[in-house]
């Protein structure tokens, strides 16, 4: 099977070797962590010697310990050369650090391995390696990505299909005109996390609510709310659970990096707040999946999402910005850099103008200030410096 190389993730991954640390791919499930791992282990094998361990494949079912796992290393490594430790879904495998650990002090290996749960960098695990592991974090395709993969030219209909289906990169070997087949295939990632990353690592016992959660999620993308309003909005259904059965539910689903938890910032006090947060979905495809494809009703929320994705997988920590009681969508930080972002499927009419510009104006900072939108007429408004950007050329700008 042709492997579609991920240039900036292998990277990534290139400049950490040799560094005397593991290398932790993370992300969903099929957001594309295996390809990336085959196209290092490719690139690596004429610099030293590989040793590839798929926890998914059945031939390798009897590796269940760090004990087994330390057993197998040590009978597949050589001693006269570099070795290459690659390990897909490295979770599979109980206490697996404490090999890793060892491995990662010997002057001859470099360790890099996949993960697909978040309690895999718990803290215990973190404190394990004390400190000598780097994180590569593999999200879906994004639209520069999309469009690679499907060898198509951008246009308002391909961007269209993009914000519609979104980056599980093995959907672009089903036509886009196979609307079953995809949907049946982001089902079954739904399913699969749903069931084997969640269910039953965490024993989840209320099954339902747990999936009515996803979908409520999915279709409040994007606004704020806590664990405390779901469970009161939950006992007004006649559903009655408690908040830290919410809030115990939420951490599960975002472990999984099926969302993402995105706090709020106050702008002017230049600090974090710890409560009621947004959330987005780390696939806009499987947000849409949840909320029976209403693409034609979500655009907005979809589209903020989507902007959300181009900011995460540019390097930028991303919030929800507040000030003076107005909101900012995105407050993007990276290092000294920050952007302001307001997202807006169109500009035209006033109140919505008001919104979006008068929001950035109060920012008295000299940072970047974007409105990105479908609007075609746009592109003409010139207002206090922001900067006014088409939302296709936004998904494959270099900010």
């Not at 230049?270 to 034609?296: H, S, T």
Request: hydrophobic share 35%; proline share 2%.
């Amino acid at each position: 099977m042709e492997i579609i190389n991920r240039e900036e993730y292998i990277g990534k991954i290139n400049a950490q070797l040799g560094k005397g640390e593991a290398i932790v791919l993370t992300g969903h499930r099929r957001a594309g962590k295996s390809c990336v791992l085959e196209s290092v282990a490719q690139r690596l094998k004429n610099k030293g010697h590989v040793i590839y361990l798929d926890m998914e494949d059945p031939n390798n079912a009897d590796i269940t310990t760090f004990r087994e796992l330390h057993d197998f290393v040590q009978k597949n490594s050589q001693s006269d050369t570099q070795n290459y430790l690659f390990i897909d879904e490295v979770q599979e495998i109980k206490q697996f650090e404490k090999t890793l650990r060892f491995f990662v002090k010997q002057d001859n290996f470099d360790v890099i391995v996949t993960g697909s749960n978040a309690s895999m960098l718990s803290s215990d695990i973190a404190s394990s390696f004390a400190g000598r592991y780097s994180q590569v974090h593999i999200g879906s395709l994004d639209y520069s990505e999309f469009l690679k993969f499907y060898s198509l030219e951008d246009s308002n209909a391909v961007f269209s299909q993009y914000l519609r289906w979104g980056g599980l990169p093995f959907l672009h070997r089903i036509a886009l005109t196979d609307v079953r087949t995809r949907t049946d295939y982001i089902g079954s990632i739904y399913d699969t996390i749903f069931v084997k990353d969640i269910v039953r690592r965490r024993q989840i016992r209320n099954v339902t609510f747990l999936d009515n959660l996803a979908h409520f999620i999915a279709d409040n993308s994007g606004k704020i709310f806590s664990a405390h309003s779901i469970a009161k909005y939950m006992k007004g259904m006649d559903k009655s659970v408690s908040a830290n059965t919410v809030s115990d539910y939420m951490e599960a689903l975002c472990d999984t990096y099926l969302i993402d938890k995105v706090k709020r910032y106050d702008i002017k006090g230049k600090q974090v707040f710890e409560q009621q947060e947004k959330y987005y979905f780390e696939d806009i495809g499987i947000r849409n999946y949840l909320c029976n494809d209403k693409r034609n009703t979500d655009i907005e929320k979809i589209l903020e999402g989507a902007v959300y994705l181009k900011l995460k997988q540019s390097g930028f920590d991303v919030y929800v910005g507040q000030l003076n009681g107005k909101e900012v969508d995105f407050v993007a930080k990276r290092g000294d850099e920050v952007l302001y972002v307001q997202v807006s499927v169109s500009v035209t009419a006033p109140e919505t103008y008001e919104r979006e510009f008068g929001n950035l104006k109060l920012i008295r900072d000299n940072y970047p200030k974007y409105v990105v939108t479908m609007d075609p007429n746009a592109t003409l408004i010139h207002d206090s410096g922001i900067i006014v950007c088409p939302a296709k050329d936004f998904m494959q700008k270099d900010i």
